[in-house]
């Protein structure tokens, strides 16, 4: 497994200035964000097209759904913790809502 770097406390305080609607979760390990839809086929629309970006980052989110409700929390299982892939993904899944 290949090893990925951390963000440092400076990178982290940037993720969160530049993305306001997330907050940190897991001691700092991770940053998570609750999205609320009109309904459960808007909210499944969503996940398909963060499903898609993540493939193709090669980064995949944990969350979960209930209704029109999607929770995420993204981490760097290969940093254990925060990394870079972790900034480029919430700003994918930011520039969709
Ligand atoms: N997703 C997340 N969130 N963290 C990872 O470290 C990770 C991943 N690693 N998706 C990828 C897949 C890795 O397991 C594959 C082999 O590239």
């Given at each position: 497994?290949?090893?990925?770097?951390?963000l440092n406390e400076k990178d982290r305080a940037d993720l969160?200035?530049?993305?306001?609607?997330?907050?940190?979760?897991?001691?700092?390990?991770?940053?998570?964000?609750?999205?609320?839809?009109?309904?459960?086929?808007?909210?499944?629309?969503?996940?398909?097209?963060?499903?898609?970006?993540?493939?193709?980052?090669?980064?995949?989110?944990?969350?979960?759904?209930?209704?029109?409700?999607?929770?995420?929390?993204?981490?760097?299982?290969?940093?254990?913790?925060?990394?870079?892939?972790?900034a480029?993904?919430?700003?994918?899944?930011?520039?969709?809502?």
């Amino acid at each position: 497994m290949v090893s990925v770097p951390q963000l440092n406390e400076k990178d982290r305080a940037d993720l969160l200035e530049a993305h306001p609607g997330w907050s940190l979760a897991r001691d700092g390990q991770a940053i998570t964000r609750s999205f609320q839809f009109a309904d459960f086929s808007e909210a499944w629309g969503f996940m398909s097209r963060v499903a898609l970006i993540a493939d193709r980052h090669d980064h995949h989110p944990e969350w979960s759904n209930v209704y029109a409700k999607v929770e995420i929390t993204l981490t760097t299982h290969d940093a254990n913790g925060l990394s870079i892939r972790d900034a480029k993904l919430a700003r994918a899944i930011d520039k969709i809502v």
